[in-house]
């Protein structure tokens, strides 16, 4: 049905002639066409705004020969529709006025209805598809439970979270009442967006590698699990924990069609913790961007030889950084389109 399939063989674990290639946050701000629209609309209004969104998804489609686009939204448009009123604020990221610190707090937050709440992503969804043509498979996300919990208890960005952190050891019941009702909110609008038609979803866990290995067992894996044993059976699903190699291996005993490494994980190990039967998408550094063309070409090269060709997918180990330069993002996509078996 698509033109381009590579990245749904490389999830089903079919033989291919050459690895799928997408890069985690490609409609996003390395792209001048992104920046020209900041000063026009903020950032938010892109998300709610269907046409805006459509159009920002197809922005790196329309310069680059990617595998696959990612719907252009943000992963904190789910606490939003459970009412957390998040901004975005320039030169600070996300932000909440009221952060979420107490077991009162929880018990407020409803569970909405996606539909009356986020429909202006489904509209966005069908907008795309038919930009996209049946050309190439169209990702939709959401964030992880425990990642959303970070940045509701938090309020803002952080480099440890140690706030979220002090809220899950001292109030652990008001932690897992809210990681169910995000966990319940995010299965209920993935369901939606597989219903419009996105051919797999990815789970980002931005800051699981926040957590023990043992913490992440109580605080992140068994929600992002109780999604994935919700929509294995609908679609696709793609795991991505960012800091989380020393949680692979459980990882790989799951119903997810792939998983996503950061670049701190040697492909061997990570193949060897998952299985041969595990389909594993990364692990390019993304700060590896800003070496030459001819430099990005070689290690990009080495890293499909490292993995092999199936049961893979080619990607940035986390989000492209806002100031890497255009032919240097090409010299990475075009390293893998132009990629031949020794
Ligand atoms: O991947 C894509 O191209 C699709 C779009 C996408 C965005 N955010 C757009 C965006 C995706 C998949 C996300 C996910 C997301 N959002 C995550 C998980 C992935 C990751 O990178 O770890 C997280 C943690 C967020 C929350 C968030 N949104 C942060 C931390 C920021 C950056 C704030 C800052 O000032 O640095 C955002 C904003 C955001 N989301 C931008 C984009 C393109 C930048 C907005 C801008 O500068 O105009």
């Known amino acids: 049905m698509i033109k381009n399939d590579l990245y749904i063989k490389a999830l ?16 996003g701000r390395f792209l001048p066409e992104f920046r020209a629209m900041r ?4 950032f938010f209004t892109r998300c709610r705004t269907p046409e805006l969104a459509a159009e920002i998804t197809m922005m790196p489609i329309r310069r680059y020969p990617l595998d696959a686009a990612i719907l252009f939204s943000d992963i904190l448009v789910v606490p939003q529709a459970m009412g957390i009123d998040f901004e975005m604020r320039e030169g600070v990221g996300p932000w909440l006025e009221t952060p979420i610190r107490t077991l009162e707090q929880v018990q407020e937050i409803e569970v909405p209805n996606v539909d009356d709440t986020l429909g202006y992503v489904f509209d966005a969804i069908e907008l795309t598809l038919h930009k996209l043509d049946k050309q190439i498979p169209l990702i939709g996300f959401a964030g992880s439970p425990w990642t959303i919990l970070c940045y509701c208890v938090e309020g803002k960005g952080s ?9 899950c050891f001292e109030n652990p019941e008001a932690v897992h009442l809210l990681l169910q009702k995000i966990t319940d909110t995010t299965i209920a609008y993935l369901k939606r967006k597989i219903e419009k038609g996105v051919s797999a979803v990815q789970v980002f866990d931005s800051w699981g590698g926040m957590l023990s290995p043992y913490d992440y067992q109580e605080f992140s894996w068994p929600y992002i699990n109780q999604i994935v044993e919700a929509l294995s059976p609908l679609t696709h699903v793609v795991v991505f924990g960012k800091g989380c190699w020393f949680a692979l291996e459980e990882m790989s005993l799951s119903k997810s069609s792939a998983l996503g490494v950061d670049w701190t994980i040697r492909p061997e190990i990570a193949r060897k913790l998952v299985g041969e039967n595990m389909t594993l998408q990364g692990n390019f550094d993304p700060s590896r961007l800003y070496s030459s063309p001819e430099t990005i070409k070689k290690m990009v090269t080495e890293m499909i030889d490292r993995f092999g060709k199936d049961r893979y997918i080619v990607n940035l180990g986390h989000g492209i950084l806002p100031n890497i330069p255009l032919e240097n993002a090409e010299a990475f996509i075009r390293a893998v389109v132009d990629w031949k078996p020794n």
């Open 12 to 27: 089903k674990g079919e033989t291919v002639e050459r690895p799928p290639v997408w890069m985690m946050r490609q409609a």
């Open 39 to 42: 000063d026009e609309y903020d």
């Open 159 to 167: 480099k440890a979270f140690d706030v979220a952190k002090k809220f």
